[in-house]
């Protein structure tokens, strides 16, 4: 069993930058790959990031690549957003993924966390 628990969200400007942190607990953190998906509102969720259980490789959607940075600490059993340059349309509520494979897929989530919301004004 992993629990999530994120951190770390709020409001910005657009331009502006905001940390994520998703702590973990539960002894097998490390072994999972970890993500981040967001949903906007009227709209279905969507993958936004991933993480290997080593941290060697990362993968991003391409609407978030160059302004996102994900990355894992395993000693802290927490993975990070870090947001960059955000737009208005990167506004949702962001929820952290403990996924069973490297996938932008709902099914490949196997541990949920009860998501924070960004909000980007313009």
């Known amino acids: 069993q992993v629990q999530l628990v994120e951190s770390g969200g709020g409001l910005v400007q657009a331009g502006g930058s905001l940390r994520l942190s998703c702590a973990a607990s539960?002894?097998?953190?490390?072994?999972?790959?970890m993500g981040w998906f967001r949903q906007a509102p009227g709209k279905e969720r969507a993958f936004v990031s991933s993480i290997s259980w080593s941290g060697g490789s990362t993968y991003y959607a391409d609407s978030v690549k160059g302004r996102f940075t994900i990355s894992r600490d395993n000693a802290k059993n927490t993975v990070y957003l870090q947001m960059n340059s955000l737009k208005p349309e990167d506004t949702a509520v962001y929820y952290c993924?403990?996924?069973?494979?490297?996938?932008?897929?709902?099914?490949?989530?196997?541990?949920w966390g009860q998501g924070t919301q960004v909000t980007v004004s313009s």
């Open positions: 539960g002894r097998t953190f490390s072994r999972y790959v």
């Open positions: 993924a403990a996924q069973n494979r490297v996938s932008g897929s709902y099914n490949s989530v196997d541990y």
